[in-house]
């Protein structure tokens, strides 16, 4: 079973998120909680594979509750939950570790397939969200141009550099196999040199980094 938290605000929120999601026989809501301040508690005491946490909360947001929660609980996984696609908070919650974010107005279907990919260990990067919310607000970095000094890049290789920079446009693996005309398994294996080379843990955490190093640089 996936055991999965809500944090939320929002009685109804939570009710309709409980029913999509119990409605599987795989996936369980075993805490709720009403504020940012009571997540990292419902974390510890319950252990959830996955906490989906509402960005815009009264008193602690989401932000700093993610923050909160994965300096006790490194190993949590948080997806972001967010009513508009263009949510300041959103980049600032990635850069903190979240493992991914979605709009309240998913679909029962793609709320419950992104528990499941963010349970099995992987990062949540919807492309047509996090494509526009990461090069917006990376925009804040002082990079002008995609020439990384040799101390950002480390041991990555040209070819790893480039899976990256195709990751950081929001690109699958699929995708990205497409653009370089190679397998997909080349690029699951470049993609996992990427990770432990950066010393990150999933493909959110790596576009994030590529943006801070500067080995991507926003799009104008």
Do not use: W
Not at 18 to 43: N, Q, Y
Not at 54 to 62: A, F, N
Not at 128 to 134: F, P, S
Not at 196 to 202: A, E, F
């Amino acid at each position: 079973m996936i055991r999965v938290a809500l944090v939320d605000d929002q009685a109804m929120v939570r009710v309709g998120l409980r029913m999509i999601l119990e409605s599987e026989g795989d996936i369980e809501v075993v805490a709720e909680a009403t504020s940012g301040a009571d997540a990292a508690r419902i974390v510890a005491e319950h252990a959830p594979d996955v906490v989906l946490m509402d960005v815009r909360m009264p008193g602690m947001d989401g932000l700093t509750a993610t923050r909160e929660v994965l300096a006790a609980h490194p190993g949590a996984r948080i997806v972001i939950l967010t009513t508009f696609d263009d949510d300041e908070y959103v980049y600032e919650a990635l850069r903190a570790g979240a493992s991914g974010f979605l709009l309240k107005s998913v679909d029962g279907d793609a709320l419950v397939s992104a528990v499941r990919v963010v349970a099995a260990g992987d990062a949540l990067l919807a492309p047509e969200v996090t494509r526009r919310v990461i090069e917006q607000f990376a925009r804040t970095a002082p990079v002008e141009e995609p020439d990384p000094s040799p101390e950002a890049v480390g041991d990555l290789s040209e070819r790893e550099v480039e899976v990256l920079r195709l990751m950081a446009r929001g690109l699958s693996n699929q995708e990205i196999a497409a653009e370089l005309y190679v397998s997909s398994t080349t690029v699951k294996t470049h993609v996992s040199h990427i990770l432990t080379k950066l010393g990150v843990r999933d493909r959110v955490q790596a576009v994030v980094e590529a943006y801070d190093s500067g080995i991507v640089a926003p799009r104008p």
